[in-house]
C-alpha cells in the first residue's frame, strides 16, 4: 500500500512542480521568493503547489500588491522561504549521514549545521543582502537571531517525524529508495506547520520579510495600492534600473524587540527543539 501512496504523491509532485515553475514566471514576486515556491513545491508537492496559488499567484493583474498585504500571506512566505533554504542543506545531511552511516546523533547535528548554514549564509543573507543596504557583512548579522529561531522551530518538527517514519520504513535510511525522499517531504512538511508560529511572531516583529511585489519598472498596471501606502512606505531603488519592488505596508503598532526579549525567545526555540528532540528519542526507543 506505502508503494501505491509513494508512486501517487511522486507524480502528484512531479505534475505540480511542473505548473509551478510555468506559471510563477508571470508572478510579481522576488525571484529569491519564486525559487522558494519552486523549491518548497519540490519538497511537498501538490500543498507547496496549492500554497503557492493561495497565498502568491496574482489573482486579477494589478492586485498583488494587496493580495500578499495579508498577515497570513506575509508569514507564508517568510516559512517558505526558511523551509525552502534550510531544507537544501538540511536534505545534503541526511544524504551524507546515510551514505557514511553516520549514528543519529550525528546525523541531526549535520543536518542542522548543513541546514542553518546554507538558509543564513546563502538563502538569507546573500540572496537578500539587498534589503540590507547591500552589505552582505550587514545581512548576515541582521538574520542570524531570525534564521536560528525558526531553524530550531523546523526541525523541532521535523526530527520526531523523520525518527517515527524511517523507524517504521527500514528501507527509507537509504537515499537510493524512494521512500528515504517520501519520507524526508512528510518531515519537511511537518516542520514547515511547526515553524510557523515562530514566523508569525518574526514577522509582527519586522524581523522577518514576507511576501514582495517585483515589477519591470515600465510597468503601466495598477498595482491597486493607493496614494497613501506608497507616500508611507515607498519603494525601494531599483534593481539595475530594471526592476521596481515593494513591500506590503507594515503594522503601525510594531514593537521593537528587545535584547532581553530576544534572549528569552532563543531560549525558548532552544526548548521546542529540545522537546522535540526528546520525542525523537522516545520514538527511537519504541
Known amino acids: 500500500m506505502l508503494d501505491g501512496v509513494m508512486l501517487l504523491w511522486f507524480l502528484l509532485t512531479a505534475l505540480s512542480l511542473l505548473y509551478v515553475v510555468i506559471d510563477i514566471r508571470t508572478t510579481p514576486e522576488s525571484p529569491?521568493?519564486?525559487?522558494?515556491?519552486?523549491?518548497?513545491?519540490?519538497?511537498?508537492?501538490?500543498?507547496?503547489?496549492?500554497?503557492?496559488?493561495?497565498?502568491?499567484?496574482?489573482?486579477?493583474?494589478?492586485?498583488?500588491?494587496?493580495?500578499?498585504?495579508?498577515?497570513?500571506?506575509?508569514?507564508?512566505g517568510s516559512t517558505m522561504h526558511c523551509v525552502a533554504g534550510d531544507g537544501v542543506g538540511i536534505l545534503a545531511g541526511a544524504v551524507i549521514a546515510s551514505l557514511f552511516h553516520l549514528p543519529k546523533s550525528a546525523d541531526i547535528a549535520l543536518e542542522y549545521a548543513l541546514g542553518f548554514g546554507f538558509g543564513w549564509s546563502i538563502f538569507q543573507s546573500l540572496f537578500m543582502r539587498g534589503m540590507a543596504g547591500g552589505s552582505y557583512t550587514s545581512a548576515l548579522s541582521s538574520t542570524f537571531f531570525p534564521e536560528l529561531l525558526s531553524m530550531n522551530c523546523l526541525m523541532a518538527g521535523m526530527v520526531p517525524a523523520m525518527t517515527l517514519a524511517m523507524k517504521s520504513v527500514p528501507a527509507s535510511h537509504k537515499p537510493s529508495e524512494p521512500a528515504f525522499w517520501f519520507i524526508m517531504s512528510m518531515a519537511l512538511l511537518v516542520g514547515f506547520i511547526t515553524a510557523y508560529p515562530m514566523n508569525w511572531w518574526l514577522v509582527t516583529r519586522h524581523m522577518k520579510h514576507g511576501m514582495m511585489t517585483v515589477r519591470p519598472s515600465h510597468d503601466s498596471v495598477n498595482t491597486g495600492s493607493d496614494k497613501s501606502m506608497h507616500d508611507d512606505h515607498p519603494l525601494s531603488d531599483r534593481t539595475d534600473g530594471l526592476q521596481r519592488t515593494s513591500r506590503p505596508p507594515m503594522d503601525d503598532d510594531a514593537k521593537e524587540v528587545s535584547n532581553s526579549v530576544l534572549t528569552w525567545m532563543t531560549i525558548f526555540s532552544f526548548a521546542i527543539f529540545g522537546l522535540g528532540l526528546s520525542i525523537a528519542v522516545i520514538f527511537d526507543g519504541l
Not at 529569491?32 to 523549491?39: A, D, Q, T
Request: glycine residues 12%.
Open 32 to 76: 529569491v521568493l519564486k525559487w522558494g515556491f519552486i523549491l518548497l513545491t519540490a519538497y511537498t508537492g501538490p500543498l507547496g503547489a496549492f500554497l503557492y496559488v493561495l497565498g502568491c499567484r496574482e489573482p486579477l493583474p494589478g492586485l498583488h500588491e494587496r493580495y500578499v498585504a495579508t498577515r497570513w500571506r506575509q508569514v507564508l
